[in-house]
């Protein structure tokens, strides 16, 4: 039944309290008379009235086709009771509590103009006269207990033009005629206020408005914004306005929603700070750098940013970029940012070192396999063993060359120094070709394209890069290569086919490391800092991956270090270790005779026992006697060494061991000296990934390239790059030509076998006394069918840890670790047969 609203209050209370009475009460009741109600109300406990506002998120809609626009009646000449009452809703309390009264008046769309005849309803607190052409709200003064007022799609030319309710809240003039804010300190509980749509150029009179948290004045003519600090404004919306730079908003930290779409803005300067800024819609702007992003990356709560319609989408890898810099959004341009963008970006502008590597990796992957393929006349006796190299990783000029060189001289029946390229101009005294090749960066980037390198890295603006043909040309001697390098050569070159030894010299005394650096006088002070601080970045690798190096030896005392390297490499070759201390200074100062600079700390040395036990091989050759290449038949002058030590039986047994040696090369069957060593596979500890693999110092003793390569070379899958046997092809040093000339791609598309299981070898170190017994077992193995991928029965996975050398605290003379975990599976060095090492590079046969 519908029944107005003077009946319906009539009947249920107390006349004087009546609004709708045309000469009644509430008309006496004005707004200072009402004062004590207005107090009963706000002491009461008022009812809730409101609506649920408008979601605060959503921007008011500003299409001007009047698609929000009720469609219009016409024109009311003068609003009756009648049609207020058909508006009237939610019945409450009275703010005395003591009548039941209407709240809420809606009349939206209308057509109304004048609506003075509301001055009787002093109870409302919800007012609705959007869509009317009102011009007058002067009513207003008369509802002290207003909460909420919405007077938008009106034809109001006054603000606020009304005795202020002191309870208003929230306010909504959008779509009106008003063109000047003025003073609202008495509004002090206004906490919504929207005038978008008006002609607004300029924000004042807020200061006192100290509720205010959503301030909406989208489409005005505003062109600065001003007059906000300090306010509580957690939503500001102010799209659509001629506003070129953000600005005076830095004191508004509860601010957390920020529309300024639609305006001239260029930059983001402005919203740095802003700690609770969840979301910023700059849509339709000019903002065009991506740089200008970086002065909203440290939000720490920012989640979703529009940047539609501005010349920066343009740019290259725009989203990417957007998503790089700011990581925690989660949508960007409307749309919701995926796991797989962000992994993307931070791949593309800030790659993890491992991602960097396998890159580099992949790159000279494809590079090579570009190239026409060529088979050489394979050194390797046997069949899955890879070139064999040696690889001095620590930070730079931490000693590692000077090392590697002494190494190479001392031991020159099994290493060769391996020169890298790079694009730095020489130092003084700095050979081409010894220290590194010295090449511009035009050669550099052929050789890359031409698919040169193994591995190569940028470090200090400079490019290095270790060529194919480094290690190729020590293997065609039979050696193998010996080269130093960053971390991040080390990391590119365990994804590779190569498994080279990795042993870490690292300085652990900070200040003499840079004050060797000064002195040097090669360096800027960035790049020392750079460098010092690399040692943790290694300390970091070796304690989070251990084994990840084969051997961690100090070198703030290049002497000490080279002893403890020469004797890990004693280790590694499986030489014997009977020599005293007294020995391996010899053989150190030897090996030192011509490093003038060293001299006072061998004086140390001289003094001071080093505790390190050093091999027989040494004790009795001396390094003068390495480098003499008339002493370089391995076998003849191992069997020298020993045959004065054995027993009749015993040299019966390295007699026959040598016979079928020299039956294994002649025949490029793998060789004996391989099979001697034992064979499981393993599984690698899953944190190191899989090309880190478990293997026994001292199976590095055996260095050679294998047949095998061939068969691998020639056995690429067509399947994905990073495939063991694409990898082993890629990046095995073997380059194949064989006698028909280079093979097309597609005979090589043939699985290849065996590869993986190649790849969880243990391999357990030379263990000269029992020569005799493995080459008996040796004969029953090939009689039963043995093979060298065949795992050995009874040999153990068991893992150990890296061994650390000390030159203070000896290693024991013979390994102790059952496994490696940071070497691959090792090669084993073969004799040299004589005659094979020779200056001539062993030629394409084809
Ligand atoms: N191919 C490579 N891959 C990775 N790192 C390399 C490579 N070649 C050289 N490096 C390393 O780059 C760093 C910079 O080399 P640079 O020649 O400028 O210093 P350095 O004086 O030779 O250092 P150091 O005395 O340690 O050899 C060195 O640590 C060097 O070992």
Redesign the pocket.
Same mark, same amino acid.
Request: with cysteine; hydrophobic share 15%.
């Given at each position: 039944m519908q029944v107005s609203a003077a009946n319906s209050i009539v009947g249920l209370g107390s006349p004087c309290l009546s609004p709708v009475s045309p000469s009644g009460t509430a008309i006496a009741m004005g707004p200072l008379v009402m004062q004590e109600k207005v107090d009963t109300v706000l002491r009461s406990d008022t009812p809730e009235v409101l609506e649920s506002p408008r979601s605060l998120r959503e921007p008011p809609e500003y299409s001007s086709s009047g698609e929000e626009e009720p469609a219009m009646k016409e024109e009311v000449a003068q609003l009756t009771e009648e049609d207020v009452s058909s508006g009237l809703s939610s019945l409450g309390n009275s703010a005395s509590g003591l009548e039941h009264v209407y709240l809420h008046l809606s009349l939206p769309g209308r057509n109304l103009r004048d609506i003075s005849i509301l001055c009787n309803y002093v109870h409302l607190q919800k007012l609705e006269l959007s869509h009317n052409k009102i011009q007058d709200l002067s009513c207003v003064s008369y509802m002290p207990y207003l909460i909420k007022l919405d007077a938008s799609h009106n034809e109001l030319e006054e603000y606020f033009g009304f005795e202020p309710p002191k309870n208003l809240t929230e306010v909504d003039f959008s779509y009106n005629r008003m063109s000047e804010m003025k003073d609202l300190s008495v509004y002090s509980s206004l906490s919504k206020l929207i005038l978008d749509y008006n002609e607004f150029v300029e924000i004042k009179g807020l200061e006192q408005c100290s509720s205010l948290t959503h301030l909406s004045l989208g489409s005005n003519r505003i062109s600065h914004i001003d007059g906000l600090d300090n306010l509580p404004i957690k939503e500001l919306w102010l799209r659509g306005n001629q506003i070129q730079k953000i600005e005076n908003l830095e004191n508004l930290q509860n601010l957390q929603a920020l529309d300024l779409s639609f305006n001239k803005i260029q930059s983001l300067c402005g919203l740095q700070n802003h700690d609770l800024l969840e979301t910023i819609n700059l849509e339709s702007n000019q903002i065009s750098e991506i740089d200008e992003v970086r002065h909203i990356h440290d939000l720490p709560l920012l989640r979703d940013l529009n940047l539609l319609r501005n010349p920066i989408q343009e740019q290259p890898d725009y989203r990417l970029s957007v998503l790089f810099l700011l990581q925690r959004l989660t949508h960007l341009d409307q749309e919701r940012v995926k796991a797989e963008e962000k992994v993307a970006a931070v791949n593309k502008y800030d790659p993890p070192p491992e991602v960097i590597a396998a890159r580099d990796h992949m790159t000279h992957v494809v590079y090579q396999i570009m190239q026409p393929q060529l088979i050489y006349d394979s050194t390797l006796p046997s069949l899955d063993a890879p070139y064999p190299m040696l690889v001095l990783t620590?930070?730079?000029?931490?000693?590692?060359?000077?090392l590697a060189h002494k190494l190479c001289r001392e031991f020159s029946d099994f290493f060769a120094y391996g020169a890298?390229h790079?694009t730095?101009s020489p130092y003084f005294g700095e050979v081409d070709g010894a220290d @590194?090749h010295f090449v511009s960066d035009e050669i550099f980037e052929n050789m890359i394209c031409m698919g040169k390198f193994i591995?190569? $890295?940028k470090?200090?603006g400079?490019y @290095?890069?270790?060529a194919r043909e480094a290690i190729e040309s020590a293997a065609r001697e039979g050696l193998a290569c010996c080269v130093? $390098?960053?971390l991040?050569?080390v990391r590119s070159l365990k994804n590779t086919y190569f498994e080279p030894r990795y042993i870490l010299l690292i300085p652990l005394d900070k200040k003499e490391y840079a004050r060797r650096l000064r002195m040097r006088g090669l360096y800027s002070r960035s790049q020392i800092e750079i460098a010092v601080s690399r040692i943790d970045t290694y300390i970091k690798m070796n304690r989070d991956y251990p084994g990840y190096f084969d051997t961690v030896i100090p070198c703030d005392d290049h002497v000490e270090a080279y002893v403890s390297l020469s004797q890990s490499v004693r280790e590694y070759l499986g030489l014997e270790n009977q020599t005293t201390t007294e020995n391996a200074k010899a053989a150190v100062e030897d090996a030192y005779s011509d490093w003038p600079h060293e001299s006072p700390v061998q004086e140390n040395m001289r003094d001071s026992p080093c505790g390190v036990t050093v091999s027989n091989y040494a004790h009795s050759t001396g390094a003068n006697e390495l480098v003499d290449p008339a002493s370089r038949n391995y076998s003849v002058k191992v069997q020298a060494k020993l045959s004065a030590q054995k027993s009749p039986a015993e040299e019966a047994s390295i007699r026959r061991r040598q016979q079928a040696v020299r039956e294994a090369l002649q025949r490029k069957s793998p060789s004996t000296y391989t099979q001697l060593f034992t064979r499981c596979p393993l599984t690698a500890p899953a944190s190191l990934g899989p090309q880190q693999h478990l293997v026994d110092p001292a199976s590095c003793s055996s260095m050679v390239p294998s047949a095998s390569n061939i068969t691998q070379n020639r056995s690429l899958s067509a399947g994905s790059l990073a495939s063991s046997s694409e990898e082993s092809r890629a990046s095995s040093g073997l380059s194949m030509l064989s006698s028909a000339g280079a093979f097309s791609l597609e005979e090589t598309l043939v699985p290849s076998k065996g590869l993986s299981a190649e790849k969880e070898l243990l391999v357990e170190p030379l263990d000269i006394s029992r020569l005799g017994s493995d080459l008996e077992c040796l004969k029953d193995q090939i009689n039963s069918g043995y093979t060298p991928d065949t795992p050995r029965p009874g040999s153990s996975g068991e893992l150990t840890n890296v061994q650390s050398v000390h030159p203070k605290s000896p290693s024991p003379g013979v390994p102790l670790l059952l496994a490696r975990p940071g070497s691959n599976t090792k090669p084993v060095l073969p004799p040299i047969p004589s005659g094979r090492r020779s200056s001539e590079a062993q030629t394409p046969t084809g």
């Open positions: 620590g930070p730079q000029a931490c000693g590692k060359r000077e890298c790079t730095r @590194y591995q190569t $890295m470090y200090g400079h @290095y890069g270790l130093h $390098m960053e991040e050569g």
